[in-house]
């Protein structure tokens, strides 16, 4: 598959997302798949950050290796990216503020100077150089020069005529001006729009959440700014309150996590979300959801830690809080979803499985997942596919039924599930217990008895959960010489491999996990007993899926780590090398 | 119609005898059903310690949540479902010491409940230490020379931060507690009630007879105007806050009108599917 990848780079606050973000959104309304992936420091303006787009036939889910085109806004770009750039690679610059370039030594690149902040400039406002730098791109590239004209519109109607024409003009002039002198450069890679009429979505992880949570019914969500978690908060206020979902921003991810869960005590859905940091803070309260049995959903996005870490990196070190966090013993389930698609349907699904178990649900993504856009085709993702399943709510008449005072909220069954009533109705009055309780949910410490059959009552509840349809994916042959394991946003870099694994003649598999916790040791088992090498890929310091699969299913000796906490998403190349495959299955 | 019976379960209180948190409970079970309310539709959130237990003598639909998170635990309760009566009980060390960050945000936004403190200036669940509303110099298993911090000024903070109601009440005057409580949660927005209710078994200080010879009662005082903010703050500096009575109220927004996605309609009672034609709308946002 042709893919083409062009990034554009610069001191941050100077237009980089909104370059990168019309370039990327254009061409997917073009019929292109597109993966985008944002690279920015924690401050607001200076610095380097730069936005990288992956343009493809059918959908991807990874920025790419390598670079075919470079815009420069400054230096620093040049400095820290052009490595990156193929032999057949594009340099484009602003030769009006880099009047002289240090060019690396031995770059084998087309250059291409353009005055782009000039251009604007004299067009009306430099702020349009992103506009000239689209128009560039576009040339090069061999699209036409009205590619854009439509989003120009829709982006900049409200603020007038003349603001539309303006920035349709920048696009041309930066068009015409690399059609002059540069042409379209036929070297590029030049893949075709995907011939499935178009009209695919262009959403991040963090926007699929919110959708999920939409489509569930989730009218509620209550969170805390943190990076790389904050859109799915701006995504709630952006749609929630249309349909009457209240969207409250809390003094901290204490109170946030504990109002989802007086929310969900009072019978809407509601969620939060949170990082890293946040998901520390939370541990308490994800504790009081599983003693009290009350529904509880979190996404958890995660970035490099410990501590407050690197906010705007990706990493996938949170595995071990999300399995075992919080003190005592609760039930609990923890989604790991691996595309932009399972952001929403996993989303969806946690509402369901939090109502049914009445317990804390969390899903948990990365930076990498939840901020890079990417295109899904069209009815990739449908609210009607989503189920809506509220568990064992007793009805007014069921309640009606029984004596006063004679509803048990904590009722021991067998399946360890008690029936919920809802404040409001009547009958069904219950105090929602952080205490050890009994039965009819009145506080009991002293008996051991009822402490035993309670915690057992709590703890059998996911005895019915069937992690088949949700747990884990497998693509491969039932006996593999390697078979490479991954969970969350390292899903396509994997594939990616395995595919190039596979072209040279290996027999490889890839097991892709997407619940942890309980986790799916059949499934695992089955799928892993046939290979006679594996290669856990995970994106931190000391392999927590990989102790997490021998601790439930063991393979001891077969088990091998790939392992990456830099804070940048795996590479292809890094996931072929790091596991010395190249030598050992005959790259 | 409910009566005060109604709002009483079978539990018997495990307070000390001559705890001051059963006239608050009794008043609180007077006030409801004075004003008509029944047990389904009033949620009593309550946090940890002595005073958290109320949740457990009071029939109505309860959260006994945890230490210091009453407040965010009930603003849940209240956002899901506007219609119900919510009530947020907990004592000055839940409320004052690990909650004192709650508190102060939900008084910022003006949620629509009731907050009752029963303020006893001690940790007695725990067996006797210094609390946030311990007078400087107290002495306790934590503070044996003394304590060496202010006491936490939790009506003055209400005020300064925006509270809509303040009042405090004493355990002593069961009375005023149950007209004082009427008066909150009649009231629209965050109505804060600090009942002074003394713990017979540690303090040995702050006693029925301390607080009787030091409160005064601005309910009965004729110029008292609880709209006057500077006039409330000078009498609480006055007393060193030794008042009860109706402190301070004004009229605010109440939250759940003004917040991002303020509905008529409780979020706990909408619709959970969106309109087809709304889902495909909102997929083309995202092209």
């Known amino acids: 598959m042709a893919t083409l990848t062009w990034k554009v780079g610069g001191a941050q606050g100077e237009g980089i997302d909104s370059t990168g973000d019309i370039f990327a959104t254009a061409l997917n309304r073009m019929g292109y798949y597109l993966f985008a992936y944002r690279h920015f420091m924690s401050l607001i303006k200076g610095g380097h950050t730069n936005y990288k787009v992956r343009v493809a036939e059918s959908p991807v889910g990874y920025h790419g290796d390598d670079l075919d085109i470079l815009v420069a806004f400054d230096q620093r770009t040049i400095d820290e990216n052009a490595h990156e750039l193929t032999e057949d690679g594009v340099l484009i610059y602003d030769s009006g503020k880099l009047k002289s370039p240090v060019i690396p030594d031995g770059l084998q690149v087309k250059l291409c100077p353009v005055p782009v902040t000039d251009m604007a400039k004299e067009l009306g406002s430099p702020i349009m150089k992103n506009m000239v730098a689209s128009g560039v791109s576009a040339a090069i590239v061999g699209l036409s020069a009205d590619a854009f004209d439509s989003l120009i519109e829709e982006r900049f109607g409200k603020k007038g005529e003349s603001v539309v024409e303006s920035n349709k003009a920048a696009v041309r002039a930066g068009f015409e001006f690399a ?23 262009f959403i991040s992880g963090n926007e699929a959440v919110g959708l999920g949570a939409l489509a569930a019914g989730c009218r509620f969500l209550a969170a805390y700014p943190i990076t790389p978690a904050t859109e799915i908060m701006y995504t709630a206020l952006a749609h929630f309150p249309k349909y009457g979902g209240k969207v409250l921003q809390a003094e901290d991810e204490i109170a946030a996590c504990i109002m989802a869960i007086g929310a969900n005590y009072a019978g809407v859905r509601a969620m939060t979300s949170t990082s890293g940091p946040g998901l520390s803070l939370m541990q308490e309260a994800i504790g009081l959801a599983g003693i009290s049995e009350t529904p509880l959903v979190i996404v958890d996005v995660m970035r490099g830690g410990p501590g407050t870490g690197l906010p705007t990196k990706t990493e996938q070190s949170d595995l071990n809080e999300l399995v075992y966090g919080s003190h005592g013993e609760i039930p609990r389930i923890v989604l790991t979803p691996s595309t932009v698609e399972e952001c929403f349907y996993y989303t969806a699904e946690a509402f369901n499985l939090a109502e049914k178990y009445q317990c804390p649900v969390i899903v948990a993504t990365d930076l990498y997942l939840g901020m890079s856009k990417q295109s899904v085709p069209v009815g990739a993702i449908d609210f009607e596919k ?102 969350g946003s390292t899903r396509a870099q994997i594939g990616e491999a395995v595919k190039q694994l596979r072209e040279n003649g290996a027999k490889v598999g890839h097991l892709q996990i997407k619940v942890v916790k309980p986790f799916p040791d059949a499934l695992v088992k089955r799928y892993l007993s046939g290979a006679e090498r594996i290669v856990v890929v995970e994106n931190n310091a000391t392999g927590q899926l990989a102790e997490l699969i021998r601790a439930r299913v063991g393979f001891h000796d077969k088990i091998h780590s790939c392992l990456k906490f830099s804070g940048d998403p795996f590479t292809v190349e890094e996931i072929l090398a790091h596991c010395k495959l190249k030598q050992e299955v005959g790259l | 119609m409910a009566t005060m019976k109604d709002f009483r379960t079978k539990n018997k209180p495990t307070w000390c005898p001559g705890c001051g948190d059963f006239t608050v409970l009794a008043a609180l079970q007077k006030a409801v059903a004075e004003l008509g309310l029944e047990p389904e539709q009033v949620a009593l959130v309550s946090g940890i310690g002595c005073s958290g237990k109320i949740s457990q003598y009071f029939n109505s639909y309860g959260f006994h949540s945890l230490h210091g998170r009453s407040l965010p635990t009930a603003t849940g309760v209240k956002l899901a479902n506007q219609d119900l009566t919510v009530i947020a009980a907990g004592g000055d060390g839940d409320g004052y010491g690990i909650g004192m960050g709650h508190f102060v945000h939900t008084v910022r936004r003006n949620i629509d409940i009731t907050y009752i403190v029963m303020d006893n200036h001690i940790y007695g669940l725990t067996t006797g230490q210094t609390s946030p509303t311990s007078d400087r110099g107290f002495r306790s298993k934590t503070s044996p020379q003394g304590a060496a911090e202010e006491p936490v000024k939790a009506v003055e903070t209400a005020i300064v931060n925006g509270a809509s109601f303040v009042a405090q009440a004493f355990s002593g005057d069961v009375k005023q507690m149950t007209h004082i409580f009427k008066e909150a949660i009649s009231h629209k927005g965050f109505a804060l009630v600090n009942c002074f209710s003394p713990c017979v078994t540690f303090n040995k200080v702050n006693t029925y007879e301390w607080f009787k010879e030091q409160l005064v009662n601005v309910d009965e005082l004729e110029d008292y105007q609880p709209e006057d903010v500077d006039h409330a703050l000078r009498v609480l500096a006055e007393t060193k806050g030794t008042v009860t009575g109706i402190l301070y109220k004004q009229k605010r927004p109440v939250y759940h009108e003004v917040m991002s996605g303020a509905s008529d309609v409780a979020a706990a009672k909408l619709d959970l599917r969106l309109p087809k034609e709304e889902q495909q709308a909102l997929l083309q946002s995202f092209r």
């Open chain 1, 386 to 487: 989503v189920t809506i399943d509220r568990g064992e709510l007793i009805s007014d008449e069921e309640l009606l039924a029984l004596a006063p005072g004679e509803y048990r909220r904590y009722a021991v069954t067998e399946s360890g599930i008690s029936k919920r009533s809802i404040p409001g109705q009547k009958n069904g009055r219950f105090v929602a217990m952080s205490n050890e309780h009994d039965e009819g949910a009145n506080e009991e410490i002293e008996d051991p008895e009822t402490r035993v059959q309670q915690m057992a009552k709590r703890m059998r509840k996911l005895d019915a959960f069937d992690p088949s349809a949700l747990g884990v994916e497998y693509d491969g042959p039932e006996t593999t010489e390697l078979t490479l394991v991954g969970f």
């Open chain 1, 179 to 201: 059609m002059d002198r540069y042409g379209v450069l036929k070297k590029l890679p030049n893949p075709q729009p995907a011939d499935d009429g178009g009209g695919h979505l």
